[in-house]
């Protein structure tokens, strides 16, 4: 199966130091790919280049055979990759309804026009926004201001807004973070249901029992460079791996 996007030698610097550097890997249609590693490591710049926020230094891009290297934020929406953010950014003055309208608006065309036709079809295609609302759990929110939502609420209406443009790929990062257990787990499922629907995932997040429990495959990063990668249990037990987030050997 041909993968949905492939990096190439990939390579950020800020200031002369490199925030990523050489990186080389592929994510396979249908599939949820876990990117970790330890602060600093360069997961959120890896996600803000692939999502076009930030251009690559040097290195290559292919989305849907595509090169997409450069390309802004609101170009890479409209091929059909779309983020969603660590930290919520809704339109808090707007309502629920409203803040997935404009993720609608704004997001890959349709699969017979120019932008999106060489990506996959996104598998929410044909859902309204009422219906990704009720497929993340808060639909009966939809009239409530973004400003007024529980952070648990906030991270489902980031993921309501980011399907709403229709994504072939979603980038999620730290979707989990500050949830309680409950809650994590009823994001966890959601991503399943995402995936099994057929968008590709690559998912960035310090809960390692949570990446591991979701992902097919796990890509590890270490000062910008890419440590390992292969399937969540080989990575568990990956002496570098280990060493990476302990600070010392597999051995000791």
Request: with cysteine; charged share 15%; proline share 6%.
């Amino acid at each position: 199966m041909a993968e949905i996007l492939k990096v190439e030698n990939l390579t950020k610097n800020f200031a002369g130091l490199a925030a990523v550097k050489d990186v080389n890997f592929e994510l396979q249609p249908r599939t949820i790919t876990g990117l970790i590693g330890p602060n600093g490591a360069g997961k959120t710049t890896m996600l803000s280049i692939i999502g076009g926020s930030q251009p690559p230094t040097s290195g290559k891009i292919l989305f849907a055979g595509r090169n997409i290297s450069g390309l802004h934020s609101y170009h890479v929406a409209r091929a059909g990759i779309v983020r969603t953010h660590q930290i919520p950014k809704p339109f808090r003055s707007l309502s629920v309804l409203d803040n997935v309208l404009v993720g609608l608006r704004f997001g890959r065309k349709h699969s017979g026009s120019a932008a999106g036709a060489s990506a996959p079809p996104s598998p929410v295609e044909s859902r309204t926004p009422m219906q990704i609302l009720e497929w993340v759990g808060i639909a009966h929110l939809y009239r409530l201001h973004a400003s007024s939502l529980s952070v648990g609420d906030l991270k489902r209406l980031e993921l309501a807004r980011a399907l709403a443009a229709r994504p072939s790929l979603l980038l999620c990062d730290e979707v989990c973070s500050g949830l309680t257990e409950s809650e994590t787990v009823a994001i966890l499922n959601l991503l399943g249901e995402i995936k099994r629907a057929g968008t590709t995932i690559l998912y960035v997040e310090h809960n390692l029992r949570a990446i591991m429990s979701v992902s097919q495959h796990v890509i590890v990063m270490n000062y910008g460079q890419k440590l390992a990668e292969g399937p969540p249990a080989e990575i568990q037990n990956h002496p570098a791996v280990i060493e990476a987030y302990i600070g010392k050997s597999a051995e000791a």
